[in-house]
């Protein structure tokens, strides 16, 4: 069975600096992919960065980056120059190949001023 | 251009009711999910439709549980002699294809269940 873990429910971080939002997952899978989900306040499900199984680059979109280490089954989020506006829940999530997507607990983020 | 959306925002319903929520995806979208997320979790995956069948129904709790999307576009999510525990948001994604390839998911707004 597919499990994701986040094992930090909360985090702070200091405006502009960067921040690590830790995520583990547990698959027998050999092609998986792995996507992390922003959830402001408001509550919509917003898309930040996917990472295929077999890709040897570490995705990065703008800010965000994914530090992937199949090996120890490890897919963290790294945020750099953290905003304001970065305040959210955090979700690690993991799909296979026709099927389910399992997500993870989640990691409310607070960016202090 | 159109994102996915759910009506109702809300529904409040009393115990032993059945409800229907809906979700339009995408337009061109092959893949559709359910999902059901309470309060302060991640959510949690329900079914799974790749065009008009169910690819993985896995999620769906119990028998009262049941999702239909006939043409392959809209889906319509049912829940049978509702309960107080299947109070939540209800919250639907679409992507561009299952199957073979993994894509990114769009989400809707969600509907927000309420049994009293």
């Known amino acids: 069975a597919q499990k994701i873990t986040q094992t930090q429910p909360g985090m702070f971080v200091q405006e502009k600096e960067a921040v690590t939002l830790d995520c583990t997952y547990d698959?027998?899978?050999?092609?998986?992919?792995l996507f992390w989900y922003k959830q402001p306040s408001s509550g919509e499900m917003i898309f930040l960065i996917y990472?295929?199984?077999?890709?040897?680059q570490n995705a990065t979109e703008g800010r965000y980056s994914l530090n992937f280490q199949k090996a120890r089954k490890s897919a963290n989020l790294v945020i750099s120059a953290s905003q304001l506006g970065d305040s959210a829940m955090y979700f690690c999530a993991m799909g296979n190949y026709g099927q389910n997507f399992v997500f993870g607990p989640g990691t409310r983020l607070s960016v202090l001023p | 251009g159109a994102g996915v959306s759910q009506t109702p925002s809300n529904k409040v319903t009393e115990k032993g009711k059945y409800v229907e929520l809906r979700c339009d995806p995408i337009?061109?979208?092959?893949?559709l999910y359910w999902y059901r997320q309470s309060l302060g979790q991640g959510p949690e995956f329900l079914i799974y439709?790749?065009?008009?069948?169910?690819?993985?129904d896995s999620g769906l709790p119990n028998d009262r549980f049941f999702a239909v999307r006939p043409e392959g576009s809209v889906s319509t999510l049912k829940i049978q002699r509702t309960e107080r525990g299947d109070s939540a948001v209800y919250l639907c994604a679409s992507s561009l294809g299952g199957g073979r390839s993994l894509n990114e998911q769009f989400f809707g707004p969600g509907t927000r269940l309420t049994v009293l």
């Open positions: 990472q295929g199984s077999y890709d040897e």
């Open positions: 337009s061109g979208h092959t893949a």
């Open positions: 439709f790749q065009g008009t069948g169910a690819a993985d």
């Open positions: 698959t027998s899978d050999q092609s998986y992919g």
